[in-house]
């Protein structure tokens, strides 16, 4: 018997967003346009993570996350995980107090 539980977070609540930025020491979401290498062009909540080239964007009506780590390369996946696993504990609290 297995003992994985898979956990889907949309990002929708800047509320929530901006929280999780603080628990991780990343500045406030800024609604901007973000270009990224392969000249795609996002409009969102950018978050700047320590050490990454380009911003997470996150197009929090969609619930979707935007980002060019290049493998790694530009960008340490381990603090998007720690971003958005503190989003989710942020939403939860959130959703709690109703």
């Not at 977070?9 to 990224?36: H, I, Y």
């Not at 380009?54 to 603090?79: L, S």
């Amino acid at each position: 018997m297995s003992h994985i539980v898979e956990i889907k977070t949309e990002v929708n609540d800047l509320e929530a967003l901006t929280a999780a930025c603080r628990r991780v020491g990343a500045p406030s979401p800024e609604n901007r346009t973000v270009k990224f290498y392969d000249e795609k062009v996002v409009r969102g909540f950018a978050v700047d993570l320590v050490g990454w080239k380009y911003p997470i964007v996150f197009t929090c009506v969609m619930g979707e996350v935007f980002y060019d780590d290049f493998n790694g390369h530009w960008g340490n996946r381990e603090n998007l995980d720690r971003l958005l696993q503190m989003y989710a504990v942020e939403k939860a609290k959130i959703e709690a107090r109703k």
